[in-house]
């Protein structure tokens, strides 16, 4: 890895450089009824816009690169005869400026899933491969618990990492293109001194975090308390809205539907992100639903994500980022659900 | 003339269908008549023969009819059943013809002759509960929403004619207003019944930055009673859920248990 260091007031100009392309960043979206500030990611045209200093976006950046609606091919018809078109929807390339480790991590596992040697998936994958991605440093927000979940720090899935320090910024190098780009700003190497305040900075984020959920045999334990009354509990709280799945940086599951416009003329099939907390997500043909208990349902995004992913990647698919619980109307997060189901296991 | 449609070699029927209003704003007739870039479309998909918001002419012979509006007199009640004799399937069209619509919202009065001098004073009129066309006819298909969302009638016609099975979402707004990535209403303060209200309308409301009102009725596996909690903790005025829980009608029963609490508890 190289590391440079750059004046504060240099990330303007890196922004300036990278703006021949289009720019996704934290932007305000709102004030919350509570007095906070609300954010998102968005498309950035003015560098006054971006606001690096933002606690958590409210959605993942997922949009971009695994979209809510997409179409997955369309059809068209003709003389009795039909042809098919598929469009990977990857249509310019992307740059991404301010992601957290918790959403580097993201990606990196949805690499894993989508990218991965059995099912590679062209969409993901098209945008993906197009796509530069600035991190930057942050501090934990009162539901963050990226800490626990390993994904507080980030070794690759980016090509430049920023961690502010104090009036400057410390750069992870992690491309050729971003090692380039850098060549056009004003830097200087990284001195030992450098390299104790990196140290400090990432000490004091970790002293910051008051969120936690405790990982150790979580797997085992989650075999044990397949049957806990605790998820009976949670389920009665859920509203099966699947926001959680919405807002997660992780969460891939999708379902497909066709349609045929009305002149008979073209059909398409549309791939629509889904969430295991929906009432028919287990449901088959012929109309029978494994899993009609909101209890139920619950439990099983748990276990993918705590459980089942693990197994299979020998890590979670959560990052620890939050959103999920912030999002919750009910209050479902997944510290309380985790520590409660431990809690059970007396 | 029937045009000669076929979709990959299979000929297509055009069916013959009806637009017909009971009590209603007849805004859901209007919204398909509104949708002029995709009019013609429609149009080549079905043989509208009776449709007093848009022709003249009235034929009884059809094969679909489209009923909008809620049953509120006797010849309504007539009118629907000669409606259903005559159509292969019916179709309740918006939330009036679903659950009852904005019409019901008189029936939660306990004296309705009290509503009827309120409304119309010493004018002699007719009118009676408000319900929902289900109560009087079977009804093949419902399409919800208060208007309708024409793009969501165009895809379930287009299924109609095709013969395609017909799914409404299983879930709610919330799905859908997530996926439009905007803010949650709740966050700025603002009630909501985006949690239990099917979604199919696209968040057209909430992605306004209106609450939902729920015209859609209820998700199938809506939880009210967390919603209730929810807006306890967030001190939004209980009657302020009810007030849309009741406006459609589509929360019925469960909306009409909530009035019967609140007036215990006042």
């Known amino acids: 890895m190289i590391f440079k260091i750059f004046q504060a007031s240099e990330v303007e100009t890196l922004f300036e450089l990278l703006s021949v392309n289009r720019i996704v960043g934290p932007v305000e979206k709102g004030r919350h009824v509570n007095g906070s500030t609300l954010y998102d990611f968005d498309v950035v045209y003015d560098f006054k816009d971006l606001k690096l200093d933002y606690g958590q ?46 959403d580097i991590n993201a990606l990196n596992k949805l690499d894993k899933v989508l990218m991965g040697d059995l099912y590679p998936n062209p969409f993901y994958g098209a945008k993906r491969s197009n796509m530069f991605i600035v991190g930057h440093s942050c501090l934990p927000t009162p539901s963050c618990f990226c800490h626990s979940m390993g994904a507080d720090s980030v070794l690759g899935g980016f090509d430049l990492f920023l961690t502010r320090m104090e009036d400057e910024y410390m750069a992870e190098v992690r491309s050729a293109r971003a090692y380039h780009i850098l060549e056009r700003l004003e830097t200087r190497e990284a001195t030992h001194e450098d390299h104790l305040l990196f140290r400090k900075t990432a000490s004091e984020k970790r002293s910051l975090f008051t969120c936690e959920v405790d990982t150790s045999d979580l797997t085992k334990i989650l075999d044990m308390e397949f049957e806990s009354e605790v998820w009976k509990e949670w389920g009665d709280r859920c509203l ?39 009432v028919d997500f287990a449901e088959v043909a012929g109309g029978h639903n494994f899993r009609p208990e909101s209890s139920t349902r619950l439990k ?47 | 003339m029937k045009t000669e449609r076929t979709f990959l070699g299979v000929p297509v029927v055009k069916p013959r269908v009806g637009f017909f209003d009971l009590s209603s704003c007849e805004g859901c007739q209007l919204q398909i008549l509104n949708n002029e870039a995709t009019l ?15 022709m003249k002419e009235k ?40 659950f009852g619509g904005v019409n019901q919202l008189k029936n939660r009065f306990h004296d309705l002759e009290w509503v009827k001098k309120e409304v119309y004073g010493d004018f002699p009129i007719e009118t009676r509960e408000a319900r929902p066309i289900s109560a009087f006819v079977p009804v093949d298909l419902e399409i919800y929403g208060c208007p309708i969302k024409k793009e969501e009638v165009e895809k379930i016609v287009t299924k109609l004619v095709l013969g395609h099975e017909i799914s409404h979402p299983n879930f709610p707004v919330c799905m859908e207003c997530k996926a439009n990535e905007n803010v949650c209403l709740y966050d700025l303060g603002e009630p909501c019944l985006g949690p239990v209200t099917r979604a199919g309308c696209d968040s057209w409301c909430t992605s306004n930055r209106m609450g939902c009102w729920g015209c859609r ?35 019925g029963e469960a909306a009409r248990k909530m009035r019967h609490r609140l007036e215990k508890n006042s």
């Open chain 1, 240 to 278: 099966s809205c699947g926001t959680c799945a919405n807002v997660c940086p992780t969460c891939y599951c999708y379902g497909v539907e066709q349609e045929v416009n009305m002149d008979f003329s073209h059909a398409r099939k549309v791939k629509q992100l889904y969430s295991c907390n929906l």
């Open chain 2, 59 to 98: 034929s009884d012979e059809y094969d679909i009819a489209f009923v909008e509006g809620s049953v509120t007199r006797a010849d309504e009640e007539e009118r629907l059943k000669r409606i259903r004799e005559n159509a292969g399937t019916l179709v309740a069209l918006g939330s009036c013809a679903c």
């Open chain 2, 217 to 251: 009725g209820p998700a199938p596996a809506a939880n009210l009673e967390q919603l209730e909690e929810i807006i306890k903790q967030k001190n939004i005025p209980q009657e302020r859920l009810l007030d849309r829980l009741e406006c459609f009608g589509g929360f």
């Open chain 1, 300 to 346: 099983y995004r748990y276990y993918h994500k705590h459980r089942g992913f693990v197994e299979a990647y020998e890590e979670s698919l959560c990052v620890g980022c939050g959103r999920c619980g912030e999002a919750c109307l009910a209050d479902i997060t997944v510290p309380e659900v985790i520590a409660s189901v431990r809690g059970s296991e007396k």
């Open chain 1, 57 to 102: 976006t409210i959605h993942s950046a997922k949009n971009y690169f695994l979209p809510y609606r997409e179409n997955l091919c369309t059809f068209t018809f003709e003389n009795n005869d039909w042809q098919k078109h598929v469009d990977f929807g990857a249509y310019q390339a992307h740059v991404f400026f301010g992601l957290h480790p918790c």
């Open chain 2, 40 to 54: 013609l479309s429609f149009l080549s998909l079905v043989e509208i023969v009776n449709f007093r918001e848009g």
